[in-house]
């Protein structure tokens, strides 16, 4: 009997140690098992809270936990390898996300323009049958490349191409360059769907710049190098950039550009008609051969006589050193020259 | 309305003294008050300023036409003239083609006047000098550009063109819409 006391005493000595596992509480509790969430409404005593804040908040913490496991033992529980689990029923406690939910994923160029024009995808075949090869031969991947390989085991050098250029390599360089196409074209396709700002034009070289970036890499620099609506000359034939998304590379180009001088319209005007008439003309030298060709036309219309005589001088003019036959008019003649030789003659 | 940029508006003089010379000057130094050229949808306009001011209550998009269109600057700022300027560039024109009575009518559908259908002709004028097309009783048809010097002419084919259609009267009625 002794013994029975003994571990009954023990037992209860044991069972002291731990507080109970009822607890009262002014308020119930609200429990959401589903989400192991227990909400204590009661208002905290301010008087413990003072005096021993670290102890009052462990036991009240304690009594709330106590609460949430027996609720979670009020649970249907099983046995699972020696465990005894509970299903936890469906959290009715809504928690705030985080971030924020993600949207639909933003479309690339082309599926936004085979969007626009109603273009489906369409799905290839895995194999398709190759009649030159007389197989199956994959579409795309495995073994695909080898039966490219069987099949264009010899290429065409087209006549309008060197004939010692590698029509093999040249392939090679064109898929090359295609995958590289492609590369920059995803890029693009993240940046517009990031909304980055990226810079788009810029000085590329001599050597691999086109005309148009050359001219606008000009049109920028110069706008950039103003200096209080202070522009760099103009070249005589220089041309502005002009194009989509040109305007916007240029610094200040949206701003409307002022027509507010110093000087009067009327004056200005009338300097720039002055400047314009009095432009040197051009040397045109086959208007000059023309007008020349004209006066002599003229000349020989009026007075018919002269012509004849100069004629007659020429066929019989063997007189002198030797000089040169007249050329007929025809040709070009100098007419500084021309009287020249007819005193010669003479 | 704004007015023409510098390099604009020399394009416009240069322009202009093709077909009327040093009296481009009179068109602004004019004594019968100021007038000036302006810029409207790529259009340019030759308006007096009384004009001018009265057309400033208006804002840009409500505006259709101020004062006489002259032309018209192409994207790659080259002008071409419209018909409607033939009224300030007759009276100075110091370069004109006559065309026969019988020729008139195929001018103003807009076709080139070849040699067949030249009246008369000023004196000295060189190639491609901008001219000024009159019927034989001194009406202004049109202008054009002169595909052969006079002197040139004289010697022509018949059927060679002579003077280059640029514009005429009846595009009055055959390019109403895009005139003003």
Redesign the interface.
């Known amino acids: 009997m002794d013994i029975v006391k003994e571990v009954l005493e023990k037992q209860q000595r044991d069972l002291e140690k731990y507080k109970p596992i009822t607890v009262d509480k002014h308020l119930e509790v609200r429990l959401d098992v589903g989400s192991l969430l227990c909400t204590d409404p009661n208002d905290l005593e301010d008087n413990q809270l003072k005096n021993n804040r670290e102890q009052y908040l462990l036991d009240l913490t304690r009594d709330n936990t106590q609460l949430l496991i027996n609720s979670v033992w009020e649970l249907p529980t099983e046995r699972i390898d020696e465990c005894i689990v509970a299903k936890l029923p469906e959290p009715t406690t809504v928690l705030p996300r985080l971030r924020k939910v993600p949207g639909p994923k933003p479309l690339t160029k082309w599926e936004k323009f085979a969007k626009e024009k109603g273009i489906k995808k369409k799905k290839k075949d895995k194999k398709v049958y190759d009649t030159t090869l007389d197989k199956w031969v994959p579409t795309y991947g495995f073994k695909r490349a080898d039966a490219e390989k069987e099949k264009e085991w010899v290429l065409e050098v087209p006549k309008n191409v060197d004939p010692n250029e590698d029509m093999f390599q040249k392939k090679i360089d064109l898929r090359n360059e295609k995958v590289a196409k492609n590369e920059i074209q995803r890029m693009k396709n993240i940046v517009r769907a990031k909304k980055v700002e990226v810079p788009r034009g810029g000085y590329f070289g001599p050597e691999v710049a086109s005309s148009g970036q050359l001219l606008t890499a000009v049109t920028v620099a110069k706008s950039s190098t103003a200096s209080v609506g202070k522009f760099q000359d103009?070249l005589p034939k220089e041309k502005?950039a002009?194009g989509i998304g040109v305007k916007e590379l240029i610094p200040g180009a949206k701003r409307k550009?002022s027509?507010i001088s110093a000087q009067p319209?009327?004056e200005?005007?009338?300097d720039?008609?002055k400047?314009?008439?009095n432009k040197k003309p051009k040397y045109d030298i086959e208007?000059a051969i023309?007008i020349q060709k004209?006066e002599d036309?003229l000349q020989r219309e009026t007075n018919p006589a002269e012509k004849g005589k100069k004629g007659k001088k020429g066929k019989g003019g063997k007189s002198g050193k030797g000089g040169k036959k007249p050329k007929g008019g025809r040709g070009q003649r100098a007419p500084g020259k021309k009287t020249a030789v007819g005193r010669k003659r003479r | 309305m704004?007015?023409l940029?510098?390099?604009r508006?020399?394009i416009l003089?240069?322009k202009l003294?093709k077909y009327i010379?040093?009296n481009?000057?009179q068109l602004?130094?004019r004594p019968d008050g100021?007038y000036?050229?302006r810029e409207h949808r790529d259009r340019v306009y030759y308006v007096s300023e009384r004009i001018l001011k009265l057309s400033e209550c208006f804002g840009p998009e409500k505006l259709v036409c101020v004062g006489t269109c002259f032309g018209k600057f192409s994207?790659t700022?080259k002008l071409k003239f419209h018909i409607t300027a033939l009224y300030y560039l007759a009276p100075y024109a110091q370069y004109k083609v006559w065309v026969k009575p019988s020729f008139e009518q195929q001018y103003l559908y807009g076709n080139h006047i070849p040699k067949s259908g030249l009246g008369r002709i000023t004196e000295n004028a060189?190639?491609y000098q901008g001219v000024v097309v009159y019927s034989m009783n001194d009406l202004p048809l049109g202008f054009g550009v002169l595909a052969r010097?006079t002197?040139?002419c004289k010697t022509a084919d018949p059927m060679t063109t002579v003077c280059f259609h640029q514009s005429d009267i009846g595009e009055y009625i055959r390019s109403e819409d895009t005139l003003f």
């Open positions: 103009k502005q002009r550009a027509h319209e009327k200005v005007n009338l720039l008609i400047s314009v008439l208007k023309s004209n036309k | 704004k007015r940029s510098d390099e508006a020399k003089f240069e003294s010379g040093t481009v000057k602004i130094d100021t000036c050229f994207k700022n060189g190639q010097s002197t040139e």
